[in-house]
């Protein structure tokens, strides 16, 4: 058991006495000696050593052993002293509790220990400074919203009938898309800016880094549960021109988001949106074989992207710190429920859930890159042809909780309404999807307005002829040569 001394901490009668925070595991003491403030504190006597490191418990990686924590065990839920850190979970439990904890090299697995044992465990310590900054900007971030946002506005839920892929977690958007809009958007380049980082350390190491990323899945699943629209419509709107990036940060957001439609406890979204970020790592070793055209491939490129789901379970289990439901969501994003997906030909039952909702997602995001070009392509045909491809592999449950998380008219759509005007649609009533918060473009002779104008249709009076504003078509991408995102970006 570890010990605790007892040390003051003396201010002398020049300084402004202030009162500091005690901690211990019996009752906490605070002297006055002279009219000075004397604090006693407990402090733990561990140090570190040639075994033992201090480590940021955002650090943590998969297999470490923490063998002692930043404050006394007794002011903690646990109840045995030491901890395998074995998944995502109990990274979370920690950074509840703890800001630093002392991990055991001695006590870690083999491939932590094989990792860090010869010096290299200054690897972590040496990127504390900058990893510490990345959690600085996810709390300014948070904080900022925090401000915006004041009391939590309590917006109603989609009455959707709960299936069994429900969780119990409910959730309420705690501010407009407008007020988390600037945030989000900080966090989504955040978010590109660490993919491809990871990306060129992959290629220059061969191993892949990961605390990165959960630094920025931390920080996007924050946004969505405060309000999905925003990052939503990034996701729809914002792009680098660069497709493998740009599908992770894609991949990851609209994982959580479906998640967060399902009810899931953040701790299962943090996992949705590692694997939405990984399901294709294993292209990053095809990079230099695949074609860059959109153009349909011929037989050999299909083949040859296959691989990349092997490969990226190759990369996975080599990382060690990747928990295993990430790993089935890189594995069988292409298996299909009747059994004709690959790599491994699984069906129905044998099939995470996570994965399924992983499938979901990538095949909603080709049919949007396939189609980006047709003329007549909306949103509507997008999802029809995914109802579509349920029959044929795809959950046919999931694919309708899909749709009511996106709605028929996803964030960033293009709609006309029956007053002849075009609108992008902004954000959604949690309560009645098909009225959601629009911004109108143009005029009912489709000309732009000098000023567009943001319209609630759910509380909106009635047109001049006395109808309710509705929407009575979505349109394709680009019609009457609008640009949604340079109204927004």
Request: proline content about 4%; overall charge neutral.
């Amino acid at each position: 058991m570890a010990k605790y001394s007892e040390q003051a901490y003396w201010r002398d009668s020049n300084e402004q006495p202030t009162k500091l925070i005690i901690r211990r595991p019996a009752k906490n003491k605070t002297r006055y000696i002279n009219n000075n403030l004397l604090t006693v504190r407990f402090v733990n006597d561990m140090q570190t050593s040639n075994t033992t490191h201090k480590v940021m418990v955002r650090n943590l990686k998969f297999g470490m052993y923490v063998s002692q924590l930043d404050r006394p065990w007794l002011e903690t839920p646990y109840s045995i002293q030491g901890i395998l850190i074995t998944d995502m979970e109990d990274i979370l439990e920690l950074e509840r509790h703890c800001r630093y904890v002392y991990v055991d090299i001695n006590r870690c697995e083999s491939h932590i220990i094989q990792k860090y044992r010869l010096g290299k465990f200054d690897q972590i310590l040496t990127k504390e400074t900058y990893k510490a900054s990345l959690d600085a900007l996810n709390k300014a971030l948070i904080r900022e919203t925090t401000k915006k946002a004041g009391k939590i506005r309590q917006t109603p839920r989609a009455v959707v009938d709960k299936t069994h892929f429900h969780g119990n977690q409910v959730y309420a958007d705690a501010c407009t898309v407008e007020e988390e809009l600037p945030v989000a958007t900080r966090v989504h380049q955040f978010a590109h800016d660490i993919i491809k980082e990871i990306t060129s350390d992959f290629e220059r190491n061969q191993y892949l880094e990961v605390s990165g990323a959960q630094n920025s899945v931390y920080a996007l699943r924050d946004s969505i549960i405060r309000n999905p629209d925003a990052m939503l419509l990034l996701a729809q709107l914002k792009s680098s021109g660069e497709t493998l990036y740009d599908d992770a940060v894609k991949h990851s957001i609209l994982l959580m988001a479906f998640g967060r439609h399902l009810g899931l406890p953040g701790n299962e979204l943090s996992m949705l949106g590692l694997g939405g970020m990984f399901m294709d790592i294993g292209k990053l070793q095809l990079r230099q074989k695949i074609t860059a055209t959109q153009d349909a491939p011929d037989t050999v490129d299909v083949n040859l992207l296959k691989q990349h789901v092997l490969l990226g379970e190759k990369i996975i289990k080599q990382s060690g710190d990747i928990p295993t439901s990430v790993y089935e969501i890189v594995a069988q994003h292409h298996e299909r429920e009747d059994g004709c997906g690959y790599p491994r030909g699984l069906s129905a039952n044998q099939l995470n859930t996570y994965a399924r909702m992983a499938a979901i997602v990538d095949n909603y995001l080709e049919l949007c890159k396939s189609q980006a070009n047709v003329p007549s392509n909306s949103a509507f045909q997008v999802f029809n042809q995914l109802k579509t491809l349920a029959r044929y592999g795809l959950n046919a449950t999931l694919v309708e909780q899909f749709a009511h998380c996106l709605g028929f008219f996803p964030v960033g759509s293009l709609v006309e309404l029956n007053s002849g005007e075009v609108a992008i649609v902004l954000s959604h009533s949690r309560s009645k999807r098909s009225l959601p918060s629009v911004m109108v473009i143009l005029d009912a002779n489709k000309q732009p307005y000098t000023m567009p104008e943001t319209r609630n249709l759910r509380l909106m009076k009635p047109g001049p002829d006395g109808a309710p504003y509705t929407i009575v078509q979505d349109l394709p991408h680009g019609a009457y040569g609008i640009d949604s995102a340079s109204h927004y970006l």
